[in-house]
């Protein structure tokens, strides 16, 4: 088994560019919105990349992306994991500690989180950091 999903949550659509790209990327991807993936899907993954934007002061989307992940995270031990988002402010703290968390459970991190100012206008970045997770 060797089955990827790319699930994601946007507000403005930029981290829904960035999740469709890294799919592309990936050839083989079940591509998901948060509201459309049932946590009890989680075991059938060998490989996860998330896509969430950096909000308020830094954090995960907080209503729907938060809670999910939450309630996920135990379950993310020995799973390789690639992390993505987009941002407007900052410096990217909302991805450190976001590489932090998967790591304290036993995740197996993909290189940094894919991360990208605003709108995301060169794909090509996407579908590479896709490429290679997917041989990861």
Known sequence: MNKIA??????????ETMAKSIAKGIKEADLFYISDFDKAQIDQYDKIAFGCPSMGAEELEESEFEPFFKSIEDKLSSKKIALFGSYGWGDGEWMRNWEE????????????GLIINGEPEDLTTCEEFGNLFSKM
């Open 101 to 112: 968390r998967v790591t304290n459970v036993g995740g197996i991190l993909f290189n940094e």
């Open 6 to 15: 790319v699930i994601y949550w946007s507000g403005t659509g930029n981290t």
